[in-house]
């Protein structure tokens, strides 16, 4: 079973505008990571927020966690054309095998 | 894509027949992992290796073999290839067990 849920499915707003994707898991993790997917390419690595980290930037990406909602959520300020890609959460586990586990995305669209 | 190559991109294949998917890195890190990607089932793990010769089955594993005799170098079979083995085929290396991973450009398999 999936870790990691992305919400919503698919995000379509206009250039210029800011996008927010959501990714809720079911237990408890050590870090949360989310990924880009550009149409018929490998994942890129975005950022990694650690559990004791509420807040974390990187250029226009903004990711907050809340380990009591069991919730993160990924913003892109002032999109752009080439930010049109799927965005994947990654979780971990504290219990049981160390992997990720990646939830199906949100496939976002930015219109010109 | 953070020296990893995989090979062929592309291949056709009849059912019954077997297929080696190769995963080649230089970049010396220890993990390496083989997911597949398919519609509404986001990127699922399949087999992963934490060192030369040591390898441990994700969550789709059955239908799939995969070897590790160098660092460089994980190799992906299904030994006979079956239709609902058509999909787009991912290997990522890492450093840790949930460290950032860096992907592969993948590549597209399709049983017939």
């Known amino acids: 079973s999936q870790q990691g849920e992305e919400d919503p499915q698919a995000l379509s707003i206009q250039e210029g505008e800011n996008a927010t994707m959501n990714c809720s898991y079911k237990?408890?993790?050590?870090?949360l990571q989310w990924y880009r997917q550009n149409s018929g390419r490998g994942l890129v690595h975005l950022i990694l927020?650690?559990?004791?980290?509420r807040e974390k930037h990187s250029g226009r990406l903004r990711v907050t966690l809340d380990t009591s909602k069991k919730s993160s959520s990924l913003l892109i300020t002032a999109s752009r054309a080439a930010d049109t890609a799927s965005y994947f959460c990654?979780?971990?586990?504290?219990?049981?095998?160390?992997?990720?586990?990646f939830g199906q995305g949100t496939r976002l669209t930015i219109n010109p | 894509d953070a020296g990893i190559t995989q090979s062929p991109r592309h291949k056709v294949t009849e059912t019954g027949t077997p297929v080696t998917l190769r995963c080649h890195q230089t970049?010396?890190?220890?993990?390496m992992y083989w997911y597949r990607q398919d519609p509404g089932h986001g990127l699922r793990l399949i087999h992963y290796?934490?060192?030369?010769?040591?390898?441990d089955k994700g969550e789709v594993s059955d239908g799939y073999s995969v070897s590790r005799s160098k660092t460089e170098d994980f190799l992906l079979t299904l030994e006979s290839a079956t239709s609902s083995q058509t999909s787009v085929y991912f290997c990522a290396i890492g450093t840790g067990a949930t460290d950032t991973q860096y992907f592969g450009p993948g590549t597209r398999l399709t049983v017939l």
């Open positions: 237990t408890s993790i050590n870090n």
């Open positions: 990654a979780t971990d586990a504290t219990r049981g095998a160390q992997k990720l586990v």
């Open positions: 290796s934490y060192g030369v010769k040591d390898t």
């Open positions: 927020i650690r559990s004791n980290e």
């Open positions: 970049e010396n890190h220890r993990y």
